[in-house]
């Protein structure tokens, strides 16, 4: 990946790859999708989905496999800096912009949008964008609401409960933890169904587990939780 701008929301261990992303049955049809329109040259892809739902992953697993020719580009960031970002970025064989919904309904960032999609194309690149579906946006500047709703468009979905243990368990197993089944079941009603939640408890759970040569028992993770 050539882009600079890496996420710190994914550890080296989690994310970044496809075969470290576990869509389940909810959303196995939206990352062959995605694969599908990569391979085929897809000029614009929209990823949409809700908090945990695995847009950064799927984007940084996109430029992986593009390689050398891809970059990487959160907008998670104040707006002038987002902007000027926008405005360097040179065109690309693949550009991922993470977050790209912040910067609608502000007319010097749509513009900015929308030349940079334009050096892309014209680059014959490809360019997917993310969107945060929980609380969609308003596009003022109309050439770009085109292309927006014009690019290949990815729903990703929550995962159901079963979902959610299945991914979160392999996750963990990724990390050499083996959590107890009492694990599982106490976090389903303890813990929010959020997989970017459940993912920031992993980390807390293993970083303790470390420091204290524990296992994932339920008695310890309970004391982790719910002493702080």
Not at 120 to 146: K, V, Y
Not at 204 to 217: C, F, K, N, V, Y
Request: aromatic residues 6%; hydrophobic residues 40%.
């Amino acid at each position: 990946m050539t882009g600079s701008q890496q996420p710190l929301a994914l550890s080296w261990r989690d994310g970044g790859h496809f075969d470290d992303y576990f869509p389940e049955q909810s959303n196995a049809a939206a990352v062959a999708l995605l694969r599908q329109a990569l391979n085929a040259g897809d000029c614009s892809i929209c990823l949409r989905g809700g908090r945990g739902t695995g847009r950064t992953h799927l984007c940084l697993a996109a430029a992986e496999a593009i390689g050398d020719g891809a970059s990487y580009l959160s907008l998670k960031r104040p707006r002038e800096d987002a902007n000027a970002l926008l405005q360097q970025q040179p065109a690309v064989d693949l550009l991922c912009l993470d977050d790209a919904d912040l910067m609608l309904g502000d007319p010097a960032s749509e513009k900015a949008l929308f030349d940079l999609h334009n050096r892309i194309r014209d680059h014959r690149g490809c360019l997917i964008i993310t969107e945060n579906s929980d609380h969609p946006a308003q596009i003022n500047l109309p050439d770009l609401r085109s292309r927006w709703r014009g690019a290949t468009q990815i729903q990703l979905l929550p995962l159901s409960d079963q979902e959610l243990a299945s991914a979160w368990t392999r996750r963990a197993r990724l990390r050499g933890l083996l959590p107890d089944a009492a694990v599982i079941q106490w976090m389903l009603t303890h813990r929010s169904r959020n997989f970017a939640d459940w993912m920031q408890t992993l980390e807390q759970l293993d970083s303790a587990a470390l420091a204290l040569g524990r296992r994932l028992t339920l008695p310890f993770v309970r004391e982790q939780l719910t002493s702080k």
